[in-house]
Nanobody, 126 residues
Framework: QVQLVESGGGMAQAGGSLRLSCSAS????????MGWFRQAPGKEREFVAA???????????DYADSVKGRFTISRDNAKNLGYLQMNSLKPEDTAVYYC????????????????WGQGTQVTVSS
């Protein structure tokens, strides 16, 4: 069982930056795939970025095309924390951002993730 709590959302101007954090409970969090998703009003939840856990105990970073080169996902397993650094923000990045984790086979599909945080609002003004 993993519990996730996001923080760090807020308001930013276009071109600005925000860093989201995801605090996880559970001693085996390091072996979970960890992802970030977002949902804008009236839209479906969509994949943003994820760290795919590999059998070599390393991670592969995966990004949606819309955020590639602007967002960076990372994690600190010693602290059970995950991060999403968001730079060069655009108004279309406005959404509720969710942290998620799973031990199921890796996928960008939200339905593949077992555990979710409550979400944190990110609003980018032009």
């Amino acid at each position: 069982q993993v519990q996730l709590v996001e923080s760090g959302g807020g308001m930013a101007q276009a071109g600005g930056s925000l860093r989201l954090s995801c605090s996880a409970s559970g001693r085996t969090f390091s072996s979970y795939h960890m992802g970030w998703f977002r949902q804008a009003p009236g839209k479906e939840r969509e994949f943003v970025a994820a760290l795919k856990w590999l059998a070599t105990n390393t991670y592969y970073a995966d990004y949606a095309d819309s955020v590639k080169g602007r967002f960076t996902i990372s994690r600190d397993n010693a602290k059970n924390l995950g991060y999403l650094q968001m730079n060069s923000l655009k108004p279309e990045d406005t959404a509720v951002y969710y942290c998620a984790a799973t031990r199921r086979p890796y996928s960008e599909y939200p339905g593949s993730y077992e555990y979710w945080g409550q979400g944190t609002q990110v609003t980018v003004s032009s």
